[in-house]
């Protein structure tokens, strides 16, 4: 929307970027309406053991190129070893003086507010 005080010319809405938007492009035809859609494809699930116990399968990102090889335990560094993977801890289970407590008192909190926000009317 131009605004509604007059500009001289070397000032036009076209020159001030600000005072111009985006403009959608219009819809296009699409060129192939009878070609079938290529949709992804699920990626292949490997069942066999001894490749599920020395690699690590799909993590190669690359789509030619071999599996990315597990390496022995002590080529890891200690913290890998160290991380929680069950669900989340629960506050009361958690130290006061933890980052994590407080990142989690937090998250409870939004999640309060968010809560009663939803349920009021204006």
Same mark, same amino acid.
């Given at each position: 929307?131009?605004?509604?005080?007059?500009?001289?010319?070397?000032?036009?809405?076209?020159?001030?970027?600000?005072?111009?938007?985006?403009?959608?492009?219009?819809?296009?035809?699409? !060129?192939?309406?009878? %070609?079938?859609?290529?949709?992804?494809?699920?990626?292949?699930?490997?069942?066999?053991?001894?490749?599920?116990?020395?690699?690590?399968?799909?993590?190669?990102?690359? !789509?030619?190129?071999?599996?990315?090889?597990?390496?022995?335990?002590?080529?890891?560094?200690?913290?890998?070893?160290?991380?929680?993977?069950?669900?989340?801890?629960?506050?009361?289970?958690?130290?006061?003086?933890?980052?994590?407590?407080?990142?989690?008192?937090?998250?409870?909190?939004?999640?309060?507010?968010?809560? %009663?926000?939803?349920?009021?009317?204006?």
């Amino acid at each position: 929307r131009a605004p509604s005080f007059p500009l001289p010319a070397s000032l036009s809405p076209r020159r001030i970027p600000c005072l111009d938007r985006a403009r959608v492009p219009a819809a296009t035809k699409s !060129k192939g309406k009878n %070609l079938p859609k290529e949709g992804l494809k699920e990626p292949e699930v490997c069942t066999d053991p001894a490749m599920l116990t020395t690699y690590a399968m799909g993590v190669n990102y690359f !789509k030619d190129g071999p599996e990315v090889a597990l390496k022995p335990d002590s080529e890891y560094p200690e913290w890998l070893f160290k991380i929680h993977l069950g669900p989340p801890k629960k506050l009361e289970e958690l130290d006061p003086n933890s980052i994590e407590y407080w990142r989690r008192l937090r998250k409870y909190n939004t999640w309060q507010r968010n809560r %009663l926000k939803k349920g009021k009317k204006m």
